[in-house]
């Protein structure tokens, strides 16, 4: 992706600053803008179509530019929003960054201090191209892994998607939300090395198969070791079967020295595949699988996640789509 290649909106009601962002825009060499008045258009245009980077007005008529950021980003969460505004406080900018804009610009700005705000926008827009890219990469990864082992069937987005919301039951902020989806997405990535007769085999496994698949934690993190995106979700990948009382693998880690998104994603991985027919039974019940988490609790699961769910098993069920 280059500069050119970048797609921008300019949202402000007067024409002046309009014609000027452009005009700086322009005379180092970035890409001609689309200006809209106000921030409804804006807000049809980001609905109708991809951009990397929207520079807004705070004072619009219709819809101001903080209720535009907030819309925004809720239809397209990559969305890189520079604000600019004459009510330069700093209440304001605070505000505006926790609810999601890359950067504020108080008027009348200086022009180099404009094009640094834009700079920033820029980095991070090419950051997330990047990260599109891996992601794709990592979804054909998904794609293939389940089409080896047919007991995984859905199985990664149905951990992800339990995993995040007993995480924001437990507490966990934005960040260590979106660190622990990537790992609970991502955390049997390494069964990919594992070879389909293991994976699908009938019956219990060897010795000398169980180590192999014992071994899909540590492949699972050396593939998304490389990807700079992922490095938060590492742990959590690596460490998802140790277990509680120390007996797990790879490390045999114990209590809190298993991070917390590892702890997490083990109580739903658990559950999950307690509730999926796999090669050597059929399905449990839900209510089945809930009494193993409780028995599990305080060996192989935090007792904390474990109440957590079970306390909260409607609400993560629901999210899930699973009837009891």
């Known amino acids: 992706m280059s500069l050119m290649d970048l797609k921008i909106l300019v949202a402000d009601d007067d024409p002046g600053a309009r014609e000027l962002i452009c005009a700086i825009l322009n005379a180092e060499g970035w890409p001609s803008p689309t200006t809209v008045e106000d921030g409804e258009v804006a807000l049809e245009q980001i609905g109708d179509g991809h951009w990397d980077i929207l520079v807004t007005d705070l004072d619009m008529p219709r819809m101001r530019g903080d209720d535009l950021v907030v819309q925004a980003l809720e239809i397209d969460p990559d969305l890189s929003i520079v604000v600019t505004t004459g009510d330069g406080t700093v209440g304001n900018a605070v505000d505006l960054i926790k609810k999601g804009a890359t950067d504020f610009i108080p008027k009348p700005y200086d022009v180099d201090d404009f094009l640094a705000s834009m700079e920033r ?186 109440n957590l769910f079970d306390q909260h098993k409607d609400e993560i069920l629901e999210s899930e789509g699973v009837t009891q």
């Open 121 to 306: 926008a820029k980095t991070r827009a090419f950051g997330i191209h990047e990260v599109k890219g891996m992601r794709q990469t990592v979804e054909a990864l998904l794609v293939a892994l389940e089409s080896k082992d047919r007991y995984l069937n859905g199985h990664s987005a149905r951990v992800r998607d339990m995993a995040v919301k007993l995480g924001e039951i437990a507490g966990l902020d934005r960040g260590q939300v979106r660190s622990l989806s990537h790992a609970a997405l991502l955390h049997d990535i390494g069964k990919i090395g594992v070879h389909e007769d293991v994976l699908n085999k009938n019956g219990p496994l060897t010795d000398e198969e169980y180590d192999l698949i014992k071994k899909h934690p540590g492949i699972s993190a050396d593939i998304i070791a490389p990807i700079p995106f992922l490095q938060a979700s590492l742990a959590g990948v690596l460490h998802h079967h140790e277990k509680w009382d120390g007996s797990g693998y790879p490390d045999g880690l114990a209590g809190e020295q298993i991070p917390l998104m590892a702890r997490i994603i083990a109580v739903v991985d658990a559950f999950d595949a307690m509730t999926s027919d796999r090669s050597y039974r059929g399905a449990m019940t839900v209510d089945e699988a809930v009494e193993r988490i409780r028995g599990g609790s305080g060996s192989h699961f935090d007792p904390r996640i474990a």
